[in-house]
């Protein structure tokens, strides 16, 4: 081939290879985008982390920052096992002690129940920092050691990997560990979809360096946890197994749903029985511990404990 020939084939293809690198090097920088769902994919209540470690960052629990990512998603359901459940105690006693109005209808059975637990945390992956959890935390963050933390906060190279663990609440079973990383430079490219998705939470994640770089973390940990959850065929509630229900009163159980027929065994106040969900009238079918079958009947028998 003629050398002039290749030269020019060759430069165009250098625009190409040059173009699909910068494609690619745009790509990687695109900011979160946090995922949206038409309806929620689970009812969750957030636990507190055991190592309190956004207080040596001077920032608030990252529980806020949770709610609000799951709230403009739209894809969890969060109840709040905390202050508003402590405040709904305080309510139902007034109604129990005949202080609220007639019609408040404030009782029991109308709390809803938690699906999952998810844990918000974070780690470090710097092999110089401390040995233990927090020191692993912050120095994975700030790139040194503790003691180096606030001095190294303007100067160090700022980089966060968070988790949040999704546990079954009925079976405490631990289903999923969701992943997300960030550092300081995705804070230029990832700014406006942070604000967008998470507005002025407060509590330094969204008006600090490392307050944004941790939230930019927890928001690709958040997509990944609920891709997980979407892609779940199960329903929590049906796979954790029978409920226990507890004898009220010393009852017997029948071999056949009527009064008359034979007993199986009898039954004294607090003992377990497992019901099978077939029903005739006000008879359930159930089983006691040891896998026995019979009847009872429904009204001696209490889904809570005495």
């Not at 799951?70 to 105690?89: I, N, Y």
């Not at 065994?265 to 359930?284: A, H, I, Q, S």
């Amino acid at each position: 081939m003629n050398p002039g020939i290749a030269r020019l084939l060759i430069i165009p293809a250098l625009f190409v290879l040059a173009g699909t690198a910068s494609a690619q090097s745009n790509r990687k920088n695109q900011p979160p985008e946090l995922l949206r769902c038409d309806q929620p994919v689970g009812t969750v209540a957030i636990e507190e982390p055991e190592i309190r470690w956004w207080d040596a960052f001077g920032l608030g629990n990252p529980e806020a920052l949770i709610k609000m990512l799951a709230s403009r998603s739209g894809c969890l359901r969060v109840v709040d096992r905390g202050r508003a459940l402590a405040m709904r105690v305080g309510e139902r006693d007034l109604a129990d002690s005949g202080e609220l109005r007639r019609g408040s209808n404030v009782g029991k059975g109308q709390i809803l129940a938690a699906d999952y637990a998810i844990i918000p945390d974070i780690v470090g992956s710097d092999e110089n920092s401390g040995g233990s959890a927090v020191g692993g935390a912050i120095g994975g963050l700030v790139g040194g050691r503790v003691g180096g933390l606030i001095g190294g906060l303007k100067t160090k190279r700022l980089e966060a990997q968070t988790l949040i663990t999704l546990v079954d609440m009925r079976t405490t079973e631990q289903m999923y560990v969701a992943e997300g990383n960030a550092k300081k430079t995705d804070i230029s490219f990832g700014g406006g979809g942070l604000v967008g998705a998470i507005g002025a939470v407060g509590g330094g994640y969204s008006d600090t360096e490392i307050g944004k770089v941790i939230s930019i973390a927890y928001m690709h940990a958040f997509n990944d946890l609920v891709g997980y959850m979407q892609g779940l065929d199960r329903n929590a509630s049906d796979e954790a197994g029978i409920q226990a229900y507890t004898v009220s009163k010393p009852t017997a159980l029948k071999r056949t749903p009527v009064a008359s027929s034979g007993t199986v065994r009898e039954f004294e106040v607090g003992d377990l029985v497992y019901p099978t969900g077939v029903k005739e009238g006000t008879w359930w079918e159930v089983e006691d511990e040891n896998g026995n079958p019979g009847w009872v009947s429904s009204t001696d028998i209490t889904p809570r404990g005495l």
